[in-house]
């Protein structure tokens, strides 16, 4: 199993030390693709084997100039703009577990996959080389065509301008990498996400146990429900539902096509 790098959020900026790439939309996984033997493995971030789902992948040894290698990279629908993401055909590519049906599916709606990385190479392990020495390697070693892609990338000191670029064009934003950094396998500021944030002010309907260490229950609202992430607003909500009626501002994402939370969070309680 191979634990993803993940990145941290800020606001996006100027600095000639980091590249920015288009922050796409769809679902991370890793891809262990062992020529030598024809043998593919497809990881999603929680570790979970999905390679029966992806069957338009079973060619990939004919993209790729080594015996073996291990690529991080975004499966995506169409270019991976938002609203790929949100086509009801994508949501049931990614969780689909029929070899069967997902060739079925594969046929009506192929997925593209869109690599940033590369962790291995001849059981040679890169995470410890500089991202932009992986980044030449990768180029070296993954042929583009209609399926499998490595993303594109424009100099820190223009992500500004490009993350606006992106947004106008349908995309989530930008990540922004230093150019010297190492592949950490967790989250790390090295690798920052910048895309936009909303607030929403909203009544709390009712409150519900949820399960799972370190699980403080969950606000439940029309637009969708809001997890407490401390026993300290916990707390906070049952002292306040006991004096009336109880409002929190939220913050998320973005709202989907039926005006639902993404990713949200409780900024805070009103009043």
């Known amino acids: 199993m191979f634990n993803v790098m993940l990145c941290e959020r800020a606001k996006p900026f100027n600095n000639e030390s980091h590249i920015a790439e288009t922050k796409l939309d769809g679902e991370r996984n890793i891809f262990i693709i062992d020529k030598k033997n024809k043998k593919l493995i497809i990881q999603n971030r929680d570790g979970l084997d999905k390679t029966i789902s992806y069957p338009e992948f079973d060619n990939i040894f004919d993209y790729v100039n080594c015996d073996r290698c291990v690529v991080d990279g975004e499966l995506v629908g169409g270019e991976g703009k938002s609203i790929d993401f949100y086509n009801p055909l994508f949501s049931r590519r990614t969780h689909i577990g029929s070899r069967i049906r997902a060739e079925q599916l594969a046929k009506i709606y192929p997925l593209n996959f869109i690599v940033f990385d590369i962790l291995e190479l001849n059981t040679q392990n ?7 020495e992986r980044k030449k390697i990768l180029r070296e070693i993954v042929i583009d065509n209609n399926r499998v892609k490595v993303i594109d990338f424009v100099n820190g000191d223009k992500a500004v301008d490009f993350y606006t670029d992106r947004l106008e064009k349908g995309f989530e934003g930008i990540v922004l990498k230093k150019i010297n950094s190492t592949y950490e396998n967790k989250r790390s500021p090295n690798w920052i996400k910048c895309k936009p944030l909303d607030y929403e002010i909203v009544k709390v309907l009712s409150f519900k146990e949820t399960s799972g260490w370190g ?28 004096l009336g009626e109880v409002k929190i501002e939220v ?3 973005e709202l989907t096509p039926d005006r639902k939370f993404r990713f949200p969070k409780l900024n805070k309680f009103i009043g």
Do not use: C, H, N
């Not at 890169?126 to 932009?132: E, V, Y």
């Not at 403080?216 to 997890?227: K, R």
């Open 126 to 132: 890169l995470t410890q080389k500089p991202l932009m």
């Open 251 to 253: 913050r998320f994402q």
């Open 215 to 242: 699980s403080w229950g969950a606000l439940i609202t029309e637009m969708g429900d809001v997890a407490l992430e401390t026993e300290v607003k916990k707390d906070e909500y049952f002292r306040r539902a006991k």
